[in-house]
């Protein structure tokens, strides 16, 4: 098969990458630095040309309601249009579990990008996917200041990003479905507890506080949402604690 992969430079998306061609598939990563520019649509179209599938794992960095669904609904419909035009007949796109009653910051874009997918004409899948192991390291980054981190209260079921990137090459080999069962992690974690842990592992002497962050989102985040709901659920087998031991650890 032919994949394109948008996003394909991120952290899930370069593992997308390394299944897809483990699996002997032709990708097609669509990034700037392969001269593809996916939300003013410049080299979209050639880059699609005789594509079997799209993967979207497109991501931006954001807690702001309004940037997070200007991004995704404008790189989706922007993905959309030129699939539509070229004639790419499987869209997939990565989401979160649990997200639904989550509609602010972040997951805001997310239920956003989902509806305007849903909308479109394009045959397509939703594949929903807990939170990654590598999210304790993203977030310690981001809320550290000297010895001190700050850990936003979160309840989830967190699973390795290489077989969130595994999962998304099975069913870009499948036909659309519509919504995929989610992904999940096989041990309920809380943020606080794995960033604890990835400091004892590295030897960083650093205190962690968990912290419950106010208003809607940190409701949700504390909430244990995000651990998924009562749709099929397929379980990832790489615990947190073997993910930080094994040698797939990116920094």
Known sequence: MRIAIAGGTGTVGRLVVDSARSRGHEVVVLSRASGVDVLGGAGIYPALEGADVLIDVLNTTTLSTAKAVAFFTAASRSLL?????????????LSIVGIDGIDTSYYAGKLAQESVIAGSSVPHTIARAAQ????????????????????????????????????????????????????????????????????????????????????AYGAGL???????????QLVAPTTFDEWLASGHRRP
């Open 81 to 93: 249009a030129a699939e539509e035009r070229v004639g790419v007949p499987h869209h997939v796109a």
């Open 132 to 215: 990654f192991h590598e999210f304790a390291q993203q977030i310690a980054a981001q809320t550290t200041i000297g010895p001190l981190t700050v850990a936003p209260r979160t309840l989830s079921r967190p699973v390795a990003a290489r077989e969130v990137a595994g999962h998304l090459i099975t069913i870009a080999e499948a036909p659309p479905s519509g919504r995929a069962p989610d992904l999940v992690g096989p041990r309920n974690e809380t943020l606080a507890s794995m960033i604890r842990r990835t400091y004892a592992h590295d030897g960083i002497r650093r205190r962690v506080l968990d912290v419950r962050f106010p208003g």
């Open 222 to 232: 504390a909430s244990g949402s995000l651990r998924g709901g009562d749709r099929t």
